[in-house]
């Protein structure tokens, strides 16, 4: 970038050309230098324009994720460090390099590099809880866990995600449904979902009848109907009126006394099943 004339027009195209030129394996602090120096000469420049300044910020988490002595966003920044790691639990930086939030990272699964935010293996851990423990998480990242509703918007605030649901049921049966775009909105907007491009992996759509829902506990009644959906179902979930898809709920066996109290994803087992185990897992887009 020599003129004026070339840094007024810098654009969100250049930055990718950039970032494409130089090898992933490369991506080292040399790539933050030259992001740096490209926004000196921004900010040197009466004419710059904001939204090219903005074009630049929004790549630089996708440009330093991953690198050495740059703490990881998610388990994809993991992988990328080093793709030679198992399945495990790993440390990762939501929201900055202060805060470490330990998550399982599943390595194999369709190319692994999912963040686990939801497991239930044995029903060890209880999940009826209220509010502030969905929104902080609770449980272990190599048990059973709720990473946490603010965790999964700081991570849904930096990258664009996919999500994968893995369930089994009691005669090992497996199977599991992908969607190709999930979000989470902030606490002032319920933590909505936003959850769409569903694939069929043997289990069925059991989510996107609950696309824009807010989010429900025992104390903190979002759902559609007059009910409260974690009362009945004794989790919490973006609930919409208490049917489809019940993964907090506690594993009551394989045959439910009572509908909706239990595990379920009911476009695979019904609504009368309940699941073994389940997990709800997140990797950014490509």
Partial sequence: MNSEREGSHFSFASVQELQNGIPETQRS??????????????LQR??????????VLVLVPQLVG???GVPP?????????????????????????????QVFC??????????????????????????DYYRTGFGSADGEIWLGLENLFQLCLRRKYELLVD???????????????????????????????????????S???????????????QDTISRNCARISLGAFW?????????????????????AVGVEWENWKGNNYSLKRISMKIRPLK
């Fill in 239 to 259: 609930y919409k009126d208490c049917t489809y898809a019940t993964p907090t709920a506690f594993i009551a066996g394989e045959i439910l006394k009572h509908q």
């Fill in 106 to 131: 599943d390595m194999d699964s369709l190319g692994g590099q999912w963040d686990v935010f939801q497991r239930r293996t044995d029903g060890s851990l209880n999940f009826y809880r209220p509010w």
């Fill in 207 to 221: 989510l996107s009848y609950i696309n824009g829902m807010m989010f429900s506990t025992l104390d903190k009644d």
């Fill in 66 to 68: 991953g690198l050495p």
């Fill in 167 to 205: 369930m089994e049921d009691f005669e090992g049966n497996k199977a599991y449904a992908r969607y190709s775009s999930f979000s989470v909105g902030p606490e002032v907007e319920g933590y909505k979902l936003e959850v769409t491009g569903f694939t069929d992996g043997g289990a069925g759509d």
């Fill in 46 to 55: 009466s004419k710059m324009q904001r939204a090219a300044l903005l074009s």
């Fill in 73 to 101: 966003v998610d388990c994809s920044d993991i992988y990328q460090q080093d793709n030679s790691r198992p399945s495990g639990v790993y440390t990762v930086y939501p929201v900055g390099d202060t805060y470490g939030v």
């Fill in 29 to 42: 602090s040399s790539t933050i230098d030259l992001l740096l120096k490209f926004l000196l000469q921004f």
